[in-house]
Nanobody
């Protein structure tokens, strides 16, 4: 079983940047596809981005596609989410999640129910 810990959240002005990290322990992260999801107050959790096990395939929500970039460093057991040009609408708790039983080159999933392990989340607040 893998444990996930997110970090890097905080308060930033609109137009600013943050880099979130998802660090894994317990198992090597290369065994998992990893996704980022977020949940704003009063809203349902939504998909943000995902990366497959190889790191060669990524997926993004339309709302973040040109502003966010996901990457992974399997040697460091960490996945990153670089967030640029942040908007107040990006304010949410951001969660990373790991999906077991994923083929190495399979396309990453944007479905939360397909992810098996979740971190506790990190708060991102974007002020206008």
């Amino acid at each position: 079983q893998v444990q996930l810990v997110e970090s890097g959240g905080g308060l930033v002005q609109a137009g600013g940047s943050l880099r979130l990290s998802c660090a894994a322990s317990g198992r090597t992260l290369s065994s998992y596809a990893v996704g980022w999801f977020r949940q704003a107050p009063g809203k349902e959790r939504e998909f943000v981005s995902a990366i497959n096990r190889s790191g060669g395939d990524t997926a993004y929500a339309d709302s973040v596609k040109v502003r966010f970039a996901i990457s992974r460093d399997n040697a460091k057991n960490t996945v990153y989410l670089q967030m640029n040009s942040l908007e107040p609408e990006d304010t949410a708790v951001y969660y990373c999640a790991a999906r077991a039983h994923s083929y190495y080159f399979a396309a990453p999933s944007n479905a939360a129910y397909e992810y098996d392990y979740w971190g506790q989340g990190t708060q991102v607040t974007v002020s206008s």
